[in-house]
């Protein structure tokens, strides 16, 4: 059974830093494709950047500021984020596809005040 879970949300000022875990369990782990995706309240939800191996991509919106890396040893993925702006207040997911089926975390908010 494939399970993700997220960790790491709160509550942090613009220009501050955050760090989210994905802990990620029944996958092979270290070949699989790892997401993160966010839901503004209101809007819908979008990619902030894929890792697969050896090639990491993200959106135009939080490039420069926002890394993601892996622990294979650990099976979780991270997504550290830096420069926080109010407009990246939103629940962030972890999300993979396995057996040609997506799983998703439950979501962890990540509040920036102004």
């Known amino acids: 059974q494939v399970q993700l879970v997220e960790s790491g949300g709160g509550l942090v000022q613009a220009g501050g830093s955050l760090r989210l875990s994905c802990a990620a369990s029944?996958?092979?782990?270290?070949?699989?494709?790892m997401s993160w995706y966010r839901q503004a309240p209101g809007k819908q939800r979008e990619l902030v950047g894929i890792?697969?191996?050896?090639?990491?991509k993200y959106a135009d919106s939080v490039r420069g500021r926002f890394t993601i890396s892996r622990d294979n040893a650990k099976n979780t993925v991270y997504l550290q984020m830096n420069s926080l702006k109010p407009e990246d207040t939103a629940v962030y997911y972890c999300?993979?596809?396995?057996?040609?089926?997506?799983?998703w975390g439950q979501g962890t908010q990540v509040t920036v005040s102004s």
């Open positions: 999300n993979t596809v396995y057996n040609g089926y997506p799983y």
């Open positions: 029944g996958i092979i782990f270290s070949i699989n494709v």
């Open positions: 890792t697969s191996t050896g090639s990491t």
